[in-house]
């Protein structure tokens, strides 16, 4: 018969502490900036005819949806875990930054099927002032890319939101570089060049963070975490037989959960066994929720060399 002794380490927090406000400051200053600048931008693309302002507009409007989501998921992840949400609302975060980074990735494929349709049908572009927004709005997104950057560390959902504005002072810099393009070599092409330019740098980061928050939601094992290492670890604890059923997960990106069933050798205590398990593999990933089950080894065990068990 198995003992079922748990040895838990660091319950998992419904909330990320009291540095949790800090990060949705951060966002709400970066919203507000981005929101008062696409507004700008919208209707200097129109006045303009620029499709490289337009497209920089529309992300930044895909900007704002993604902090508005951004917020919402961490003032969610705030409420305490209930009955029913055991693991609290953390994960509403990796849900925001995922659905994040699809429209995103939606709204690069528009704009440049929009910017190849153009190649066919070239508009007349103001570069002067295409020039003078889109060197502001290069000002506007460093500035809250600097203010999400500051909080970010871990956290997938702060990270995505950086991503966005990141990739919108990217096209910001395409924007300009096209508008020196039209002003000194009469060149329009290089409005929907840049766009694309833009929407194909922001696809590969909406790509890389989905991937990601992806890993996440399929309980994957966290970037940086060796599975055979940790199996190792536990195997060499004085008093454990055999290790089996070892998972590695994560609630968020930085909340790793472990759980493991150990079998012990005879005369071995579970408690204690089940005790230093789970202190090796915390010191191994570092800030870990580990769970460590002891089993008593079955009848006749004892003459089977290890690993020869058989599966209850």
């Not at 609302?89 to 429209?103: G, K, S």
């Not at 997104?141 to 600097?146: D, F, M, T, Y």
């Not at 050798?265 to 915390?282: K, N, Q, T």
């Amino acid at each position: 018969m198995s003992e079922h002794h748990h040895h838990h380490h660091h319950e998992p927090s419904a909330t990320s502490g009291p540095g949790h406000a800090n990060p949705r400051r951060r966002l709400i200053i970066a919203l507000a900036l981005t929101a008062a600048f696409m507004v700008v931008e919208v209707l200097a693309g129109l006045w303009s005819g620029s499709l490289a302002l337009l497209s920089d507009a529309g992300h930044m409007l895909t900007d704002v949806g993604a902090l508005g989501l951004a917020i919402w998921a961490q003032k969610l992840g705030e409420r305490p875990r209930s009955d029913r949400k055991t693991f609290g609302y953390r994960r509403a975060e990796i849900l925001a930054a995922a659905a994040n980074n699809v429209v995103l990735g939606v709204a690069s494929v528009a704009v440049i099927v929009e910017a190849i349709r153009r190649f066919a049908e070239p508009h007349p572009i103001q570069a002067g002032p295409m020039l003078i927004v889109a060197g502001a709005g290069l000002g506007i997104n460093l500035l809250s890319a600097w203010i999400l950057s500051g909080g970010a560390g871990s956290d997938l959902n702060l990270r995505a939101a950086a991503a966005h504005v990141a990739a919108d002072a990217a096209g910001s810099v395409a924007a300009m570089v096209a508008a020196v393009l039209i002003l000194t070599l009469g060149w329009t092409a290089s409005d929907p060049v840049a766009s694309i330019l833009i929407s194909l740098l922001i696809l590969f980061g909406a790509w890389r963070l989905l991937r990601e928050a992806t890993n996440v939601l399929m309980e994957g094992v966290p970037p940086g975490v060796d599975l055979a290492a940790l199996e190792r670890v536990a195997g060499e604890t004085p008093g454990v037989r055999e290790v089996h059923d070892l998972h590695v997960w994560s609630i968020v990106g930085d909340a790793p959960v472990i759980t493991a069933h150990v079998v012990l050798l005879p005369g071995a205590h579970g408690v204690e066994v089940a005790r230093d398990v789970g202190r090796r593999l915390e010191h191994d990933v570092p800030g870990s929720h580990v769970t460590v089950q002891p089993e008593a080894s079955p009848p006749g065990a004892d003459l089977l060399p290890p690993g020869n068990l058989t599966r209850r």
